[in-house]
Nanobody, 127 residues
Framework: QVQLVESGGGMVQAGGSLRLSCAAS????????MGWFRQAPGKERAFVAA????????RYADSVKGRFTISRDNAKNTVYLQMSSLKPEDTAVYYC????????????????????WGQGTQVTVSS
């Protein structure tokens, strides 16, 4: 069993930056692909970014490419999402997820691939 806890959310003005963290406990996630998803008010949860367990493969939603960076520190069992040039449309609850079945060279953008989820952290971007 894996427990995921997100932190780092908050309120920021448009153009600002935030770094989200996702700490895993209960079981190492060093062999799991990790993903970030978000759910805006009135919308379905959507893919943001993912990283393979080796860290060598990353993928991003088109809406965040060039602004967000996903990374991981397997020694700390932690995944990060650095968010820059934030826009009001980035406002959402951000969720961290783990896919322990992935290969080292893959990170899925599909929610169905992820077996473990955190509780989410709110990010609010004001204009």
């Amino acid at each position: 069993q894996v427990q995921l806890v997100e932190s780092g959310g908050g309120m920021v003005q448009a153009g600002g930056s935030l770094r989200l963290s996702c700490a895993a406990s209960g079981r190492t996630v060093s062999g799991a692909a990790m993903g970030w998803f978000r759910q805006a008010p009135g919308k379905e949860r959507a893919f943001v970014a993912a990283i393979s367990w080796s860290g060598g493969i990353t993928r991003y939603a088109d809406s965040v490419k060039g602004r967000f960076t996903i990374s991981r520190d397997n020694a700390k069992n932690t995944v990060y999402l650095q968010m820059s040039s934030l826009k009001p449309e980035d406002t959402a609850v951000y969720y961290c997820a783990a896919d322990p079945t992935s290969s080292s060279l893959y990170a899925s953008g599909s929610q169905r691939a992820y077996a473990y989820w955190g509780q989410g952290t709110q990010v609010t971007v004001s204009s």
